[in-house]
């Protein structure tokens, strides 16, 4: 059974940062995409960031806009995790984050693509 465990979230204030992590099990995804998605409450998910690839390359990665230059997607085969590094929040970063992946590659940017999700973990940015 396939798991992705996330951790990391919590309270910051405007300004500051947080990493978050994801845990796979069940499976390795070294050709893949992994992902990032957050969801605001009443607002639909939303793309942050991927990572996609195959092993033994370097992966490619790709932000949503609202995030690029603050945020950095990572990811460590040997532990078959994928990390998000989160500078210079701010509250509208307030949101659940959630972490994905798929052994295709494809759009990779889509909710869809994705066939195994983590429970999410929360993100609050106080102003």
């Known amino acids: 059974q396939v798991q992705l465990v996330e951790s990391g979230g919590g309270l910051v204030q405007a300004g500051g940062s947080l990493r978050l992590s994801c845990a796979a099990s069940?499976?390795?995804?070294?050709?893949?995409?992994m992902g990032w998605f957050r969801q605001a409450t009443g607002k639909e998910r939303e793309f942050v960031a991927a990572?996609?690839?195959?092993?033994?390359?370097?992966?490619?990665?790709d932000y949503g806009d609202s995030v690029k230059g603050r945020f950095t997607i990572s990811r460590d085969d040997a532990k078959n995790a994928v990390y998000l590094q989160m500078n210079s929040l701010k509250p509208e970063d307030t949101a659940v984050y959630y972490c994905?992946?798929?052994?295709?590659?494809?759009?990779?940017?889509?909710?869809?693509?994705?066939?195994?999700w983590g429970q999410g973990t929360q993100v609050t940015v106080s102003s």
């Open positions: 990572t996609v690839g195959s092993y033994g390359r370097t992966y490619y990665a």
């Open positions: 994905a992946a798929d052994n295709r590659i494809g759009n990779y940017y889509s909710a869809a693509h994705y066939e195994y």
């Open positions: 069940g499976r390795t995804f070294r050709d893949s995409a």
